[in-house]
């Protein structure tokens, strides 16, 4: 039998009467009850612990950004003490090897390696040990290293990777088929919760923004939502330093961990539109189904 509150939260939805509570509940109980669903338990999750996440797939995606970032760093600063190349890797090679081979393409790898994303992590590791580590913390590739493994060394090393956590689309779709599963939302009521999803996925912007993400080795990134300058669209963003660390002219690169696509103008209500910088406010969903200041 469907939960009576859950399913009168839903009702309620749908006969229009949006309040952004009753989403709150929603994925409160969806989060423990979404076979494996990892978006929908991820929001939830936000919801429950907004303060701060160390785990969860928001938290290895922004973990594997900073890693990315740290190797590839150099790069971007005048001067940088690495060159790229198989003598001298910076001192993160291992962990951003592993990174990025979660995270690249899989087109990407087949075409630079002849290998599938699966094969080439499961090559990984073996080439891993058989980096050597340099006097000053860089590392090299040794000549016990394979064909296979030189390749796919040289393909991750050759890209700095960006991809949203998930998309809104899949997040929508995986918070209706957890409701669905649960006696929540009926077949015939699908068309009529499609009304839905902006809000549902403005939300998770609202869930997440302003939320720290705590690395293993102390390291703070701060999520925060803003519209998007080059395209119509609304994202949670984190950045990670490239240059300048800790100074005031500090240059970071940024990660658009979520994205919901529309206008701005007629996503968010004009008082948020307003605010130069939403770090200094707090969100949620207004009656309008719009993004607003709390």
């Known amino acids: 039998m469907p939960d009576p509150k859950s399913r009168a939260r839903v009702e309620r939805l749908l006969r229009g009467d949006f309040r952004p509570d009753d989403l709150t509940s929603l994925f409160l109980y969806a989060r423990d009850r979404c076979d494996g669903r990892e978006p929908v338990q991820e929001i939830g999750d936000f919801v429950a612990h907004h303060n701060e996440r160390t785990k969860g797939i928001v938290s290895r995606s922004a973990h594997d950004w900073f890693t990315i970032v740290r190797f590839m760093a150099p790069r971007f600063a005048e001067g940088g003490p690495y060159a790229l190349n198989g003598e001298r890797l910076p001192p993160n090679t291992p962990e951003f090897l592993g990174a990025t081979v979660r995270r690249l393409d899989n087109k990407i790898i087949k075409r630079d390696t002849g290998l599938s994303r699966l094969e080439a992590q499961r090559a990984l590791p073996d080439a891993i040990k058989k980096l050597e580590k340099n006097p000053d913390g860089s590392y090299r590739v040794t000549p016990a290293f394979t064909r296979k493994e030189i390749a796919i060394v040289q393909c991750l090393c050759s890209y700095l990777t960006v991809r949203p956590v998930f998309e809104s689309n899949r997040l929508f779709e995986d918070f209706v088929a957890t409701l669905k599963s649960h006696g929540l939302v009926q077949k015939t009521e699908l068309r009529d919760f499609a009304r839905l999803k902006t ?96």
């Open 199 to 294: 809000a549902v996925e403005l939300y998770a912007v609202s869930a997440m923004h302003n939320c720290d993400v705590r690395l293993p080795d102390g390291t703070r990134m701060k999520l925060e939502a803003s519209p998007r300058v080059n395209e119509p669209a609304v994202s949670v963003m984190t950045s990670a330093p490239i240059r300048n660390e800790g100074q005031p002219n500090e240059v970071g690169a940024v990660f658009d961990l979520f994205t919901v696509p529309g206008d701005p103008s007629l996503l968010c209500e004009p008082e948020l539109l307003a605010v130069p910088d939403w770090a200094a406010v707090e969100l949620e969903v207004k009656a309008s189904m719009r993004l607003g200041r709390i």
